[in-house]
């Protein structure tokens, strides 16, 4: 199974910040990375796929990067709604493995 | 739109079978996608359980794979998950997904969730 590392694992973080979550895999999985976002009670809603084209009505202050093994996920400016927790997720072999999850937090 | 609906009890006893349906509205389940089940024990990170097409054919976890199947109903427009033999570490939120494979090179994400359903193994 190809292993999914997110760091950090949580964060605080004010509105307004700009936060960066890495996520690496075990091994390459060229550019099949994807990312969700998850808020309590709900389930996870894609965010970004192929690692940078953003889902239809995700807005732009989120953007992904990275080739091969390492990921980042970057929201230029954080806004209330974007407290949540975030998964990255290979799609390249089976099984489907998604990271761990980083929690955004409000500082 | 297609929207997703998980079904099914949500209270299963120690040793038995788990059985949740995903019903597929707003579009056909006959199209290039594959139909999912992804689970999240409380408070915990996503684990992919396996996946069915169309036609039947399925991909499965392998650390669940002598447990787990998969199926589709065409007719009712619906996939199903059973495991079996299951214990307290099987208590989870199931969420079924659809796992759209576009056209487009590396377009391949979960698109779609219902919006799961808890089932806990408990006697």
């Known amino acids: 199974d190809i292993q999914m590392t997110q760091s950090p694992s949580s964060l605080s973080a004010s509105v307004g910040d700009r936060v960066t979550i890495r996520c690496r895999a075990s091994q390459s999985i060229r550019s099949y990375l994807n990312w969700y976002q998850q808020k309590p009670g709900e389930a996870p809603k894609v965010l970004i796929y192929?690692?940078?084209t953003l889902q239809s009505g995700v807005p732009s202050r989120f953007s992904g990067s990275g080739s091969g093994t390492d990921f980042t996920l970057t929201i230029s400016a954080l806004q209330p709604e974007d407290f949540a927790t975030y998964y990255c997720q290979q799609s390249y072999s089976i099984p489907r493995t998604f990271g761990h999850g980083t929690k955004v937090e409000i500082k | 739109q297609v929207q997703l609906q998980e079904s099914g009890p949500g209270l299963v006893k120690p040793s038995g079978t788990l059985s949740l349906t995903c019903a597929v509205s707003?579009?056909?389940?006959?199209?290039?996608?594959?139909w999912s089940w992804v689970r999240q024990p409380p408070g915990k990170g996503l684990e992919w359980i396996g996946e069915?097409?169309?036609?039947?054919?399925?991909k499965y976890n392998p650390s669940l794979k002598s447990r787990v199947t998969i199926s589709v109903d065409k007719s009712k427009n619906q996939f199903s998950l059973n495991l079996t033999s299951v214990t307290a570490a099987d208590t989870a939120i199931y969420y079924c997904?659809?796992?759209?494979?576009?056209?487009?090179?590396?377009?391949?994400?979960?698109?779609?969730w219902g919006q799961g359903t808890l089932v806990t193994v408990s006697s």
């Open positions: 707003g579009g056909s389940i006959v199209s290039s996608n594959w």
């Open positions: 997904a659809r796992d759209r494979v576009a056209t487009v090179v590396y377009d391949d994400t979960f698109d779609v």
């Open positions: 069915v097409f169309h036609s039947g054919s399925t």
């Open positions: 192929a690692v940078s």
